[in-house]
């Protein structure tokens, strides 16, 4: 079954701490996302990558980082920076499908004890 | 700056009566728009696209209108089931970009 795989589901950051997000795609997509959904504020773009070994800032990319080292995986790493990081985070792929879309993993809620 | 906009948070409709979600865009060199729908808890999922070449777009009981003058589309689903009850995101890209700008969402509630 091809799709996007985010891990974990839920994930818990201490104070000062950095925490990595999973995201892993089977689709053989070039290009990869990252989005935060805070209630009310629709989805905001934080990093994307359109090929390996290479990526860009979103919006909103302060506080966060990417790597790009496979085309399969494009990891987020919420650095300790990111002063307000609980939020919904989402990890997408581009490519062809019923239409040319961007295809959604199911999301990593992360919440700051 | 909000390129893309969904001026109504909520919609409730009948189960059986058609549903209308709005979106305006500000930007134009977006050629390229899309509706995706969520759950709670959920990743979006996609569910029908209109390119600027086109003024409407149909698959099943979705259908997808284009204004460009206006700035404006919106998504007609016809008839409302409960099972689309959820949030629906438009969003919007420039040709050849593969960037997306999405709308803040339309929480769409089916009345049985």
């Known amino acids: 079954d091809g799709g996007i795989t985010q891990s974990p589901k839920y994930l818990f950051r201490k104070e000062g701490q950095n925490v990595t997000l999973s995201c892993e795609q089977n689709?053989?997509?070039?290009?990869m996302y990252w989005y935060r959904q805070d209630p009310g504020q629709g989805l905001r773009l934080i990093y994307y990558?359109?090929?390996?070994?290479?990526?860009q800032k979103g919006d909103i990319a302060e506080g966060y980082s990417v790597s790009r080292e496979k085309k399969e995986s494009f990891p987020l790493t919420v650095t300790s920076a990111q002063k307000n990081p609980t939020a919904f985070y989402l990890c997408?792929?581009?490519?062809?499908?019923?239409?040319?879309?961007?295809?959604f993993g199911p999301g990593t809620r992360l919440l700051v004890l | 700056d909000q390129q893309v906009k969904q001026n109504s948070p909520s919609l409730s409709v009948q189960e059986g009566r058609i549903s209308i979600l709005n979106c305006d865009y500000t930007?134009?060199?977006?050629?390229?728009f899309l509706w995706y729908k969520k759950y709670p808890a959920e990743g979006p999922t996609f569910l029908i696209s209109i390119s600027s070449i086109k003024d409407k777009n149909e698959d099943g009981r979705f259908t997808v209108f284009l204004n460009k003058s206006a700035k404006h589309l919106s998504l007609h689903i016809v008839p409302s089931q409960p099972g689309d009850s959820a949030v629906y995101f438009c969003?919007?890209?420039?040709?050849?970009?593969?960037?997306?700008?999405f709308g803040t969402g339309t929480r769409l509630t089916i009345i049985p």
């Open positions: 990558s359109q090929i390996v070994n290479d990526f």
């Open positions: 689709l053989n997509h070039d290009a």
């Open positions: 930007n134009s060199m977006f050629d390229y």
């Open positions: 969003a919007a890209s420039e040709f050849g970009n593969e960037k997306l700008t």
């Open positions: 997408a792929s581009w490519g062809q499908g019923a239409g040319e879309t961007q295809y």
